[in-house]
């Protein structure tokens, strides 16, 4: 409720509650009220949209289960995700999307929560965005 009251009724506040809202609001503040109520009339227009996409979507998938075994849908959405990465970021976002993947299993390997493994993902994100990449490499001794 609270979240709810100081996005709808404070937004003079300019609190940043969570990570996404942190990221956004460097890239976005609305400045005045019009821009804040276009700005979540955006929010609600995509959330009703994406809301009936995912709607029939669903009922498709549901019915096409008895057609298409899992397994193979399966393959075909890795190697889609494969062609994705390799076509938006080549051959190094393969090797990232690798990386990430086994480090992602060895949640599954080794019994424990995926969180503990994102954190090993988000680390790394951070200290680059603060600017002390070449510093944690030089303690790891690997620059």
């Known amino acids: 409720y609270v979240g709810a009251f100081t996005l709808l009724f404070l937004p003079q506040l ?3 509650r969570g ?3 942190w990221l956004v609001s460097s890239i976005y503040t609305p400045k005045s009220y019009a821009e804040y109520l276009a700005a979540i009339g955006v929010i609600l ?5 994406s809301f009936l996409f995912t709607y029939y ?3 498709f998938i549901a019915k096409s289960f008895n057609v298409v075994h899992i397994k193979k849908l399966s393959y075909v959405v890795a190697v889609t995700l494969v062609v994705i990465s ?3 970021t080549g051959p190094m976002g393969i090797a990232v999307l690798l990386v ?3 480090i992602g299993m ?4 080794f019994n424990t929560r995926r969180s503990y493994c994102l954190g090993g993902l988000i680390l790394p994100v951070l200290i680059s965005m603060t600017g002390h990449t070449g510093y944690f490499m030089h303690l790891l001794g690997l620059g």
Do not use: C, D, N
């Open 106 to 109: 060895m949640a599954a390997a």
């Open 14 to 16: 300019r609190l940043t």
């Open 57 to 59: 979507l669903s009922k």
């Open 45 to 49: 227009l995509s959330a009703g949209i």
């Open 19 to 21: 990570a996404a809202a």
């Open 86 to 88: 390799y076509l938006l």
């Open 100 to 102: 990430s993947t086994a």
